[in-house]
Nanobody, 126 residues
Framework: QVQLVESGGGLVQAGGSLRLSCVTS????????MGWFRQAAGKKREFVAA????????YYADSVKGRFTISRDNAKNTVFLQMNSLKPEDTAVYYC???????????????????WGQGTQVTVSS
């Protein structure tokens, strides 16, 4: 059974930081590209960041580039999202996901992911 469990969300003031974690099981973690997406109330799920199987390559949405950092620990089956200089517009539920597709432009799209976690709420106050 494939499982992803996100944690680390919470309420933070603008300019603050949070570190999200996503612990996975049920798959050979190091064989999969991983991504972080977010979904604000009333909006579609949007791409935040993705990381290659080895962690040597990353993609970021323009809106978070320079502020967020995605990383992974293949020995612990975990992917992270370090979020700095948070803004109120970063408020959303954040999800991690597995994609069975390779490292390609497809990682930007939520339909490329076949398993998701339950999400963790991030709220940034102004």
């Amino acid at each position: 059974q494939v499982q992803l469990v996100e944690s680390g969300g919470g309420l933070v003031q603008a300019g603050g930081s949070l570190r999200l974690s996503c612990v996975t099981s049920g798959r050979t973690f190091s064989s999969y590209v991983m991504g972080w997406f977010r979904q604000a109330a009333g909006k579609k799920r949007e791409f935040v960041a993705a990381i290659s199987r080895s962690g040597s390559a990353t993609y970021y949405a323009d809106s978070v580039k320079g502020r967020f950092t995605i990383s992974r620990d293949n020995a612990k089956n975990t992917v992270f999202l370090q979020m700095n200089s948070l803004k109120p517009e970063d408020t959303a539920v954040y999800y991690c996901g597995f994609t069975p597709l390779g490292w390609s432009i497809a990682v930007f799209t939520p339909t490329a992911y076949d398993y998701w976690g339950q999400g963790t709420q991030v709220t940034v106050s102004s």
